[in-house]
Each structure stands twice: as C-alpha cells, then as structure tokens.
C-alpha cells in the first residue's frame, strides 16, 4: 500500500525539471499550481535577461562595426596621436608683401643730414612707395632702423624690416601707416637677396589660423 501512495504522490506533483501542459494543471493542488507558476516566471525572467544582453551585444558590434566602416574609429590607435592638432603659420614664417605693395614714410633718427632722402630714394628704387620723408621728433640712438605700424599693417612693416639689419618693430595702435625711422647704426640696405624679416615684437597679435 505504501508503493502504491508513493506512486499516486509523484504522479500528482510534476517533476521539477518539466513543466505539466495545460490538462495536467487541472489535477495539480494549489501547492503545485503556485510551485508550477513561480518556476515559470523565473524561466520567462531568465529569457528576458538573455534576451536583452543580446540585442546589447548586437548593437554594440554594428555601432563598433559602422565606427570602424566610416574611419571615426581605429581600434588600438593612439587617440592624441590619431586626431591632428591645428597648426598655424607664425608671422615670421609668412611670405613678404611684395615692394610694391608697401607704402613707408622716412624719418632720419640721427644727425647726418640728407639720409632720409637717400635712403627713399633707394626704397623707391627696389618698387617701394615712399610718400613723404623727414627728421624723426627724437633720435633713434645706436640702432639700424625702427618701424613703427599699425597692428593691421604688420606684413607690410616687416617687408621694410627686412632690408636693414636688426631693424626693430614697435606695434602702434595709434599709426596709420608703416614709418621707418633710421639710427646710427644704419649703414646700407641688405640686398635682396639676402633679406632678414624681423620676428613680431612680443604681444603683436597673432595671424587668424
């Protein structure tokens, strides 16, 4: 009789591994049914997790896949290295206006009379617009030359700069052109071959890159 109950009790209740089908549920107690139901939310629980990591999965091997198609991405590539830095030109390295693009005033900053007229002269010659000459309101002291310019006209000021030894550039704001003042130092133009553009004095506003 034991075997027999034992036999009728494990029909009853479903073995743990397979779920009853639908007529089966009918028989179960309500013990059983509620075992059942809990067993199936966990199953159901557990494919949803699968199935999310998944589509995870998924998206993130056709996100990495369309990075690496469209070259946004290179796997294993310095990402400082791989992304180029802007570069811009410093003002010393920028080609000169050419003469005839530069208008200059000369100013004699010492006491040797006629220099400024001797020098416009060979200004004028090289293709430079000399305008007007005169004697510099203080002297320039042991110096070749001084060019005083607007902050607009920094190419054309260091165009004159160029032709004369250690020439020293002074931003003005208040100058409304390029105004070469020689010193005493001055001794003759460099040729043109051989020209020394002078660098921006510090604080000259840089170029736009």
Not at 151 to 169: H, I, K, N, S, W
Not at 188 to 209: F, V
């Amino acid at each position: 009789m034991d075997e027999q109950r034992d036999g009728a009790r494990s029909q009853d209740q479903p073995d743990d591994g397979v779920l009853p089908g639908a007529a089966a549920e009918e028989d179960l107690d309500e013990v059983s049914y509620e075992r059942l139901h809990r067993r199936r939310l966990r199953r159901r629980r557990r494919q949803r997790i699968v199935f999310a990591v998944v589509v995870v999965l998924v998206l993130a091997v056709g996100g990495g896949a369309a990075l690496v198609w469209t070259g946004r991405w290179q796997p294993g590539a310095d990402p400082v290295a791989a992304s180029p830095s802007p570069t811009c030109v410093p003002p010393a390295e920028q080609p000169l206006p050419a003469p005839g693009e530069v208008s200059v005033e000369v100013l004699n900053g010492t006491d040797r009379t006629g220099l400024a007229a001797g020098v416009a002269d060979e200004l004028r010659g090289r293709g430079f617009a000399v305008p007007d000459i005169g004697n510099a309101p203080v002297a320039a002291g042991p110096v070749t030359a001084v060019v005083r310019y607007a902050p607009e006209l920094l190419a054309q000021a260091r165009a004159v700069g160029a032709r004369f030894p250690e020439a020293q550039l002074v931003e003005d704001p208040v100058a409304t052109t390029v105004e070469l003042t020689l010193g005493d130092a001055h001794q003759q133009l460099l040729p043109e071959d051989a020209l020394a553009p002078p660098a921006p004095p510090e604080g000259a506003a840089a170029p736009a890159c």
